[in-house]
């Protein structure tokens, strides 16, 4: 069965300092992989997508991500945080040619905080 | 519409009471999904759709919980008899999805709320 574990729950920086979310996977064949975002009180926004093509994957508003099959890991980066980007980030894992579908299997969200 | 749709955006109901939710996907899209996030909460998986089938719906919480999707379109998620920890906002999603997944995109979501 597939399944996402992020490793922190909160993360916070300082404006202007690297930004890292990090997600492990577990899925039985080649997965695809995303992470959204949400911002207080609004829906939910992917941010990017990795579908087997490039192992780095470049989003919106400066995130990417980088796949590393042999970690199974697909952790979120930005070089330089923005007040902005204070939300609620979420990695989702899909295994697209299993019989059932393509549920999407979500973690449990890192909320990121950004001190001025 | 541009979008996916939910209504209502709100509710407000007695315990006890049933109610229903509505999906309005992206027209085309042929994958379906409900979650829940309670408040501070993860978003928890309910069902999912591909067409008019569930391949999917052991996230279902209760056999009070049910979803029926008709015409490859709308889906309707109904609680019946609800409860207080029935309470959370219920997120539909579609996607264009026949040989694996693209882009899932959300509706704003229906707050649920059981006095």
């Known amino acids: 069965a597939q399944s996402v574990t992020q490793l922190d729950s909160h993360v916070s920086v300082s404006e202007g300092t690297p930004v890292l979310l990090r997600c492990n996977y577990s899925?039985?064949?080649?997965?695809?992989l995303f992470w959204y975002v949400q911002h207080p009180n609004k829906g939910l926004q992917l941010l990017l997508k990795y579908t087997s093509a490039a192992t780095l994957v470049k989003g919106i508003n400066g995130f990417e991500a980088e796949f590393k099959k042999s970690e199974t890991s697909f952790h979120l980066t930005k070089p330089s945080a923005h007040m902005s980007d204070a939300a609620e980030y979420f990695c989702?894992?899909?295994?697209?040619?299993?019989?059932?579908?393509?549920?999407?299997?979500f973690g449990t969200g890192t909320r990121l905080a950004v001190r001025p | 519409g541009a979008g996916v749709s939910q209504s209502p955006s709100n509710k407000v109901t007695e315990k006890g009471k049933d109610v229903e939710l509505r999906c309005d996907p992206i027209?085309?899209?042929?994958?379906l999904y409900w979650y829940r996030q309670s408040l501070g909460q993860g978003l928890e998986f309910l069902i999912y759709?591909?067409?008019?089938?569930?391949?999917?719906k052991s996230g279902l919480p209760s056999d009070r919980f049910s979803a029926e999707r008709t015409g490859g379109s709308v889906s309707t998620l109904t609680i019946q008899r609800t409860q207080q920890e029935d309470s959370a906002v219920y997120l539909c999603?579609?996607?264009?999805?026949?040989?694996?997944?693209?882009?899932?995109?959300f509706g704003q979501g229906t707050r649920l709320t059981v006095v």
């Open positions: 899925s039985s064949y080649s997965p695809s």
């Open positions: 989702v894992v899909s295994d697209p040619w299993k019989s059932s579908g393509d549920k999407l299997t």
């Open positions: 999603a579609s996607s264009f999805s026949l040989q694996g997944p693209t882009e899932a995109f």
């Open positions: 027209s085309g899209h042929t994958a």
């Open positions: 759709f591909q067409g008019n089938s569930a391949p999917d």
